[in-house]
């Protein structure tokens, strides 16, 4: 049986030690627990075990398990890739959505949270390795695409996203993350009004001591606290 305390434990003394070793605080480093295909219970006692974040990536599986589980126990991420069709959930369910690429998609958001008078905190999801299997804008775009969503009033941009390509040398990961952080400079050059890049959410299981090396601010840990999915 997966022992989830345990893994939370030895992941933090991980985070504590990358960010020492990279002079940065380690509370600036925010962990948030992927939990996809994770049973509710699984869940709750990665929340009993201190877990203060959570991560999902498909909308219809979240939403059940958050109404067992309670809105108000975690803070909800949404990481999957999105279609606009169900962005009412997104919004109704989810504190940030990591995922965001298209005008069309922030403008369904922008729509729903309207609604409910909300404003969505978002990343925009870069597609760092130019990869046709991943979502995400693409390079070339992602400068226009953050001028377009800084005009929707329900929307408070946050920062970027990413998923380098998938190596298991963990090292292989950094260029990646060194691009996201390029492009995070080009946007705060531009001084876009209503755009922050405070969050960069970079790192899995494998990398994401390299992603902290390199700035991360939200990893995305799954397997290593949650098991083998
Ligand atoms: C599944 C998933 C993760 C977690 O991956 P692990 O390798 O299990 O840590 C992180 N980010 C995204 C977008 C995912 O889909």
Redesign the pocket.
Known sequence: MTDIKTNLTYIKEQIINSATGCDRDHKTIML?G?S?RKSAQIMTQGIDAGIENL?E?YIQESMEKIDIIGRDKATWHF??HLQSNKSKFAVRYFDYI??VDTVKLAKEINKQAKKINKTQKILLQVNIGDEDSKSGSSIDTILDLAHSIADFEHISVKGL?C?PPYFTEPEHSRPYFKKLVTIKNQILETHIPNISMEHLSMG???D?KVAIEEGSTMI???????GR?
């Open positions: 948030i992927v996809k991560g990536n990481i999957g990591h995922t996203m998923m899995m299981s494998n994401f995305r840990v799954g397997t290593s606290i949650f999915r």
